[in-house]
């Protein structure tokens, strides 16, 4: 089983992304950047979703919006 501390204020990619509505955006950590770029690419194929990104060098994120 894992621990509880280790899991503790992480988010899953995938279910944050079917649920960010038009207009909104959310970060992750720069060192997710590969995986958050997959998964809004695998659900931009499947369910015809558009995102746009950009990096915050300065607090160390990637951000995903919503476009459509």
Same mark, same amino acid.
């Given at each position: 089983?894992?621990? #509880?501390?280790?899991?503790? /204020?992480?988010? *899953?990619? #995938?279910?944050?992304?079917?649920?960010?509505?038009?207009?909104? *955006?959310?970060?992750?950590?720069?060192?997710?950047? !590969? &995986?958050?770029? !997959?998964? &809004?690419?695998?659900? *931009?194929?499947?369910?015809?979703?558009?995102?746009?990104?950009?990096?915050?060098?300065?607090? /160390?994120?990637?951000?995903?919006? #919503?476009?459509?």
């Amino acid at each position: 089983m894992r621990d #509880r501390k280790k899991t503790r /204020g992480k988010k *899953s990619i #995938r279910p944050v992304l079917r649920v960010l509505e038009v207009g909104h *955006s959310e970060a992750w950590p720069l060192a997710q950047r !590969a &995986s958050v770029h !997959a998964n &809004s690419y695998q659900l *931009s194929v499947e369910l015809g979703r558009k995102f746009t990104a950009r990096t915050d060098r300065e607090n /160390g994120h990637y951000i995903l919006t #919503r476009i459509e």
